[in-house]
């Protein structure tokens, strides 16, 4: 697998969805219009357009997808620029699976999950949602507790709304930063409301998002009750060749993107103070 995840394959772009003012969503298929390969929840891969520069994104649909890939991007570099400013129909070159994806099919199996995120932080989260939300006999209840700034930031919202809220196995919280005309759900920031929620302490959390939010959350939770062993985030940003050859995301004994990007938050205790 590893050899063949070197190995670039030709993407074609066939739809493209703005979900927010700086995040698209890019379906992409082979160029015979097949899916360009299996993954894991929570797996990578590497999206490039030759001459223009490449980078570590995740992918966004769930497994159980069998006829495309998607993978939401936020606006915020050289690739991504050029990627916002494509059409459908236009060719990249995709390398992947990287990384070790979430233990849907171990750790998580009958066991009720509460999934974390803040602004983009849904991406990543997104395909195990989905996968699980395809397996509900394998899993208890979902709980998605998703904050952005405002409204208009939140990733997925149309799909939040028409599919994952009339899901009967799935609960769903939202919350914007600061208050706005046309939002009448809950605001406030994310570690506020998760511990104003109090989840169960039975449940397995899994939690993306920014490090300060991150950082904020995971303290709260232990105030709650909640062990580290019971929480898993992914850590893809810091992956960047994701084969464990550039050492950019080594640390300590670890590299992100052979060992992780996801990870239970003990691991990470492993680490040293430099992470």
Known sequence: MEQEALIPRVGVITEIRQDTPD??????????????????PGQCAMLSVPGVSEAMISITSSPTVKEYMEFSVKKCGCLTTWLHATEPGQMITVRGPYGNG???????????????????????????????????KDYGKLQVIYGSRSKQDLVDYKEILDEWCKDPNMEVDLTIDNPQPDWDGHVGFIPNYVKELNPDLRKTILMCGPPIMIKFTLAGLKELGFKENQVYTTMELRMKCGIGKCGR????????????????????????NEY
Do not use: M, W
């Open 23 to 40: 995040v698209k969503t890019f379906r992409v298929v082979s160029t015979d219009g097949k899916k360009l390969f299996e993954h894991i």
């Open 102 to 136: 979430f233990p849907v099919d171990t750790d998580f199996k009958g066991k009720d999950l509460v999934f974390i995120a803040g602004g983009i932080g849904l991406a990543p989260l997104h395909s195990v949602i989905n996968y699980c939300r395809a397996n509900a």
């Open 249 to 272: 995301c080594n640390i300590g004994n670890k590299y992100v993107c052979k060992d992780g990007p996801v990870f239970r938050f003990d691991q990470l205790d492993e680490l040293p």
